[in-house]
């Protein structure tokens, strides 16, 4: 297992994710596409099914080699429907091509059906596979072993930062400290740098090498530094890629999304331009038309279900039917949000009785036993069907499908100016938040997705979240 700074018993490297990978994804993808054009074509008495089949799996299989899909460092982690939905997209106008290269064999519309299956079944393995790679990355599998450069204060944060969180591939086993101050994370100081340059250059290099040798590391992460200079940089550099050694050099930035990055080198000066969040323009005006649609739509056709799931509330336990709480907004504006009741009625003044058996280790209060959740409660809460009276504030304008999660009062009286910036948007019905555990985070968890959802919003991003939303409705993790 990784321990408290993700150090310990590093048996794997990055290379060796689970062989069975590739192959899956090569059997998902090509039965999953081939079988239904074959099924469909067959069905509709359309000329040469099997023939259609072969030629559309190995389309979309094609595609995705060139897009780079099954590349080691690219399977099992998570990128996204979108990025399944892109490919699909091609495989539709490459599909279009060589209909018209051969003629019109097929009906359009048979065709449209038989690959309709093939993103959803993709995204599915693909799903299975991020799900194992993410379990042995806990326990220190499939990992890309890193030696830090850096002064101790930096490197203090990076061993933390990569620490605090699992999903990631990189697992530090060394440091190289620029200067006599004291490394606090843990981590095995493999070598140490002088805090000035040192009068032959090479000294830093021979160091450096010593200690990727000494810890088997398989990239050198520099963090630079008032002690470690551009020019130091630069000579570390060299001696790392004549040696064969792959190097990243860290910006100092933290969950700035890559499409956010423009990279630019005046006068040969690497400079980031970081493009600031989007607040204004189409993608936000997409954004509402997506929140009212979507929410007017799923009212309606939803209908029934509220309806039976309110006359169940009202028949399991007395009181009323939805519980109106006062949450925060946008801006920390005052709003009412409505949900189904799965409490007791007088579950807000008992809360106070339970304050010491709370599980969260922050502001919010959540309870995996709460003993004022109804059986009904309980079941509503697990399939997360006590939401969905929200769509009548995201119709009201607000709250959003998308967003950080809707604080309360006494949240917010605590707050400091980093999470204050929770409420740059409007919070939302799912989110990072949910997708990603929901009640198994902690504080510190659940805040840095939320800032990570303000600071690097996008249409693609809401688009993504709700995808991900209903596998994680449907798994339950996190819901109590």
């Known amino acids: 297992m990784r321990g408290k700074h993700g150090l310990h018993r590093v048996h794997s490297t990055y290379g060796d994710k689970a062989a069975w990978y590739l192959p899956l994804a090569l059997l998902i993808d090509a039965a999953g596409i081939a079988l239904p054009v074959l099924l469909v074509l067959r069905h509709f008495r359309q000329p040469h099914p099997l023939a259609c089949a072969v030629v559309t799996a190995a389309a979309w299989l094609s595609i995705r080699a060139v897009r780079r899909r099954y590349a080691a460092d690219v399977l099992g982690e998570n990128r996204g429907v979108l990025a399944?939905?892109?490919?699909?997209?091609?495989?539709?106008?490459?599909?279009?091509?060589?209909?018209?290269?051969?003629?019109?064999?097929?009906?359009?519309?048979?065709?449209?059906?038989?690959?309709?299956?093939?993103?959803?079944?993709?995204?599915?393995?693909?799903?299975?596979?991020?799900?194992?790679?993410?379990?042995?990355?806990?326990?220190?599998?499939?990992?890309?072993?890193?030696?830090?450069?850096?002064?101790?204060?930096?490197?203090?944060?990076?061993?933390?930062?990569?620490?605090?969180?699992?999903?990631?591939?990189?697992?530090?086993?060394?440091?190289?400290?620029?200067?006599?101050?004291?490394?606090?994370?843990?981590?095995?100081?493999?070598?140490?740098?002088?805090?000035?340059?040192?009068?032959?250059?090479?000294g830093d290099s021979a160091l450096v090498l010593g200690a990727v040798r000494e810890a088997d590391a398989e990239l050198v992460l520099l963090a630079p530094g008032p002690r470690l200079s551009a020019e130091r940089l630069r000579r570390l550099s060299w001696a790392l890629h004549d040696a064969g050694i792959?190097?990243?050099?860290?910006?100092?930035?933290?969950?700035?999304?890559?499409?956010?990055?423009?990279?630019?080198a005046p006068a040969g000066l690497a400079m980031l331009h970081i493009a600031p969040p989007i607040r204004r323009g189409a993608q936000l005006a997409l954004k509402g038309a997506l929140d009212r649609t979507g929410a007017a739509l799923g009212l309606l056709l939803l209908a029934p279900v509220l309806g039976a799931i309110a006359l169940a509330v009202r028949l399991t336990s007395p009181g009323p039917v939805f519980h109106r709480q006062t949450r925060y907004g946008r801006h920390a504006a005052p709003f009412t949000m409505w949900k189904f009741r799965t409490m007791v009625a007088d579950a807000e003044a008992r809360k106070a009785e339970l304050t010491g058996?709370?599980?969260?280790?922050?502001?919010?209060?959540?309870?995996?036993?709460?003993?004022?959740?109804?059986?009904?409660?309980?079941?509503?809460?697990?399939?997360?069907?006590?939401?969905?009276?929200?769509?009548?504030?995201?119709?009201?304008?607000?709250?959003?499908?998308?967003?950080?999660?809707?604080?309360?009062?006494?949240?917010?009286?605590?707050?400091?100016?980093?999470?204050?910036?929770?409420?740059?948007?409007?919070?939302?019905?799912?989110?990072?938040w949910q997708v990603s555990g929901r009640s198994e985070l902690s504080w510190d968890e659940t805040v840095a997705l939320d800032l990570r959802y303000v600071d690097n919003w996008s249409f693609t991003v809401d688009v993504d979240v709700i995808a991900r939303t209903f596998r994680a409705v449907a798994d339950g993790r996190g819901a109590y």
């Open 246 to 264: 792959p190097l990243a050099v860290l910006p100092g930035l933290v969950d700035v999304a890559v499409r956010r990055v423009q990279l630019d």
């Open 84 to 202: 399944v939905l892109a490919d699909w997209l091609v495989l539709l106008g490459v599909l279009a091509v060589l209909r018209t290269a051969f003629g019109e064999i097929v009906e359009p519309s048979r065709a449209l059906l038989g690959v309709t299956a093939a993103p959803v079944l993709t995204a599915a393995g693909r799903a299975v596979t991020h799900r194992h790679l993410i379990a042995d990355r806990r326990s220190a599998q499939a990992v890309r072993r890193v030696l830090v450069i850096g002064e101790p204060a930096t490197a203090d944060h990076v061993v933390g930062h990569l620490a605090a969180r699992t999903e990631h591939a990189y697992v530090v086993v060394g440091v190289v400290p620029v200067g006599g101050a004291r490394l606090a994370c843990g981590a095995p100081v493999v070598a140490r740098l002088g805090a000035i340059d040192p009068p032959q250059p090479s």
């Open 357 to 432: 058996a709370n599980e969260n280790d922050g502001l919010m209060f959540k309870m995996r036993r709460d003993p004022r959740v109804t059986p009904v409660g309980r079941f509503l809460r697990r399939t997360s069907l006590d939401e969905l009276p929200q769509l009548f504030n995201v119709l009201a304008g607000t709250m959003s499908l998308v967003g950080p999660r809707p604080p309360l009062a006494d949240e917010v009286a605590h707050y400091d100016e980093v999470e204050l910036r929770r409420l740059s948007v409007k919070p939302g019905i799912t989110g990072l």
